[in-house]
Structures are given as structure tokens and as C-alpha cells.
């Protein structure tokens, strides 16, 4: 079985503590911005992606999602932890 959504790049923005993932596919749905670990109920990309350590903001939008994380977390950890969250977990909201 192929891995649901994948990250063709990681680019930095201004922000060290926020980088931007593209995706091979987009995510459907509207925009979805979740600035603390609440407010996600029912979506189930942004629970897994909370559930990893040092995230502590998230901006998912079509084809591409930011993550922001907290300054002690590392991306060298948090890159291939994002990939696995991606290849595993539905990124669609219960209708």
C-alpha cells in the first residue's frame, strides 16, 4: 500500500522555528491553522502531529502544511517523524 501523503521538500522560512512541508498531494478541505495543541478535535492530521514532541503550531493548507515548534525541539527529530505521520494518517475531516 503506498504511504498516504508524503513531503517532496522541507523549505525554512524567516522563522527557525517554523518550516514549511510541501506535500505530493494536496490535503483536501479548507485551511486549518491551530496555533496551540486545542482546537483540533476531529481532525486527525492535526492530532498526530501534535502528538509529536516540539510541535507547538500548525498552518495546513492544499498542497502544503507549516509546522511551528517549540526553540529546544530539533528538526533533524521532528523532519522524519512529520514523514512517518504523513505516510500513516488520513489528512481528510469526518464529514
Known amino acids: 500500500m503506498p504511504p ?10 524567516p522563522n527557525p522555528n517554523a518550516l514549511k512541508c510541501v506535500l ?3 490535503i483536501e478541505g479548507p485551511i486549518r491553522s491551530y496555533r496551540d495543541a486545542s482546537g483540533f478535535a476531529g481532525d486527525p ?3 498526530a502531529l501534535f502528538g509529536l514532541p516540539g510541535v507547538v503550531g500548525l498552518l495546513i493548507s ?18 522524519p517523524a512529520v514523514q512517518k505521520v504523513l505516510a500513516t494518517c488520513s489528512a481528510e475531516l469526518p464529514k
Open 4 to 13: 498516504l501523503n508524503q513531503v517532496t521538500s522541507f523549505q525554512p522560512t
Open 24 to 26: 505530493a498531494n494536496p
Open 45 to 47: 492530521l492535526a492530532e
Open 62 to 79: 492544499g498542497g502544503w502544511l507549516t509546522l511551528n515548534k517549540s526553540p529546544e525541539a530539533d528538526w533533524s527529530v521532528l523532519k
